[in-house]
């Protein structure tokens, strides 16, 4: 079967690793090739993706800055790609294109595989762009009661209020001047900026507004423990890591790859396993 992944700065992607590990235990050969913008231009995305399909791939992966690009492409649309408004998978069949959004799946996943069933309750998310987005719709999937949205650029915030509101939801952007009291309000707290990465330490909250109660995700999982996580940790906070996100997509579009139900199944069985494998790996003692 062959995948790969199309974006920018992609070079160091631990996807490769993450579906060669799927394949070999759902018993599939696969090939999982990575098309970096930035090592070998293209023309569009759309020829690119055409290329693929004659060139007999089964799927790609889209990352960065191609995801709502990706969903024009799509002639199928899954309910979770058509909320968030972008797809990072697309599956090739029957000559046709089917889009799915994974980070939204992969999050409620790894929500419960991490927080079990907890209830979201009011969470304050920081950074609404394309991660955020899928994050701020799975967890209002889940069941938050109130999604308060906060961005250095508050159009962008209030657009995905007004989305999510639309969609049923109860959300609100807030001043991300207040982001304090706010958390003070809340039960859940979601960093989807990329503050905490190893290229842009420091804490997108004050840590000492972390408590006990409280439940945190960070999307960013290199470094895996980020200031962020550790001091939630440190709180004594719930803690679901940029792991269970990378983890869980990847599993999620490995299972939309599939071509039968056995595959899927047996690629499903081995979450738990690969989730505890990328802790290992990615966590090392600090997990």
Known sequence: MKLGLI????????????????????????SYDLFDVDARPIASLEDKVRALIDEGYRGVNVTYPFKEQALALADDISVGARRVGATNTLVFEGGRIIADNTDFSGFMSGYRATLGERPPGRVLLVGTGGVGKAAAFAVAELGATDVRLADLDAARAEALASELRHAGFTAQAVDAATLGEQAAQCDGLINCTPIGHEKSPGC???????????????????????????AARQAGAGVMSGVSLFVFQGVDAFKRFCEDEHQRAAADEQAASLFAHYRRELLKENL
């Open 7 to 30: 974006g920018k700065g992609i070079a160091n992607s631990s996807s490769p690793d993450l579906h060669a590990r799927l394949g070999s235990l759902a018993g599939i050969d696969v």
């Open 204 to 230: 997108p909250l004050d840590p000492s507004v972390l408590r006990p109660d409280h439940w945190i995700f960070d999307a960013v999982y290199v470094p895996a423990v980020t200031e962020f996580v550790a």
